[in-house]
């Protein structure tokens, strides 16, 4: 039905759970187009965890942006984000 093929580009850390929602949304839009593809993913959207695993695998690139610019807009670095990480597997946060 489409002549754009809906393709993972970047399947690292996929559950089988995604990969469920992946061949779904692939199957959705090879039989029904881009505005059933639409719905599809409005309705993947209500678990948002789930939504960015799946749409990442899809446009990895997309996804980056949109988070680097939702972070910058909030006033955080890469940085800021790498200091959380160390102090939350920092052995002294255990005792």
């Known amino acids: 039905m489409t002549d754009e093929p809906l393709e993972v580009v970047d399947s690292s850390g996929l559950t089988d759970a995604n990969w469920a929602d992946i ?28 939504y960015m695993a799946v749409i990442g695998a899809f446009f990895p690139d997309m ?17 800021d984000i790498r200091e959380m990480v160390r102090k939350l597997k920092s052995p002294a946060r255990d005792q």
């Open 23 to 50: 061949n779904r949304l692939k199957r959705t839009y090879n039989e029904g187009g881009q505005a059933v593809l639409s719905k599809a993913m409005a309705e993947l959207g209500e678990d948002p965890i789930r």
């Open 63 to 79: 996804v980056r942006e949109a988070i680097k610019d939702s972070m910058a807009e909030s006033g955080l670095t890469e940085e």
